[in-house]
């Protein structure tokens, strides 16, 4: 927690109890859907705000258990968003 501003830390602190769940909910989500999903496609089909999945997003991306496809998709925003996939599909269609 070096580094943290009293507020991020609140934030972090209370954040951190459903972290793991929320980065399960994004992985399974991910799983279920091979052709991959935007975050805002995977927060709609989850059923959770994009302020609670997105940063799992990150944290899921750095734990190489997600990757960019490479592709893009507009986001309800009109902007281009990466599409993500589940690393273990790929491990998954590399042993069929």
């Given at each position: 927690?070096?580094?943290r501003t009293g507020t991020s830390a609140a934030a972090y602190a209370?954040?951190?109890p459903v972290a793991d769940h929320l980065r399960a909910i994004?992985?399974?989500t991910l799983c279920e859907h091979p052709a991959g999903l935007t975050v805002d496609e995977a927060c709609a089909i989850a059923g959770y705000p994009r302020y609670s999945l997105q940063p799992r997003f990150t944290e899921l991306r750095k734990k190489?258990?997600?990757r960019d496809t490479g592709q893009r998709r507009r986001n309800v925003s009109g902007a281009n968003a990466i599409?993500?996939?589940a690393t273990v599909l790929d491990r998954k269609e590399a042993q069929s």
């Open positions: 927690m070096i580094g209370g954040i951190a994004v992985h399974r190489a258990m997600i599409v993500w996939r």
